[in-house]
């Protein structure tokens, strides 16, 4: 198991153990918000703390993301070259 996983495994763990939900529905629909944020330079997890968390515990969620910045830093690169 890699680090990540390990530590995506044990903070869960706490999580679950704490009686945090851990329902992406809550988060799904911050996800263009935050990859707008760090798309533009900004400290996404500083503003949106709560789904940087949920989707440290959520592999399903932080793939998401991380799609959305792609296509999100691709569009920016078009636009500079124009």
Do not use: W
Not at 11 to 22: H, M, R, V, Y
Not at 40 to 61: I, S
């Amino acid at each position: 198991m890699k680090r990540a996983e390990f530590g995506r495994l044990i903070d869960t763990i706490f999580a679950a153990n704490a009686g945090e939900e851990l329902s992406c529905s809550d988060y799904f629909e911050q996800l263009p918000h935050y990859a707008e944020l760090q798309a533009a330079g900004k400290d996404a997890a500083a503003r949106l703390p709560a789904v940087r968390h949920h989707m440290h515990q959520c592999p399903e969620c932080e793939e998401v993301y991380l799609g959305l910045l792609e296509v999100l830093l691709a569009g920016n690169k078009s636009d500079a070259s124009k």
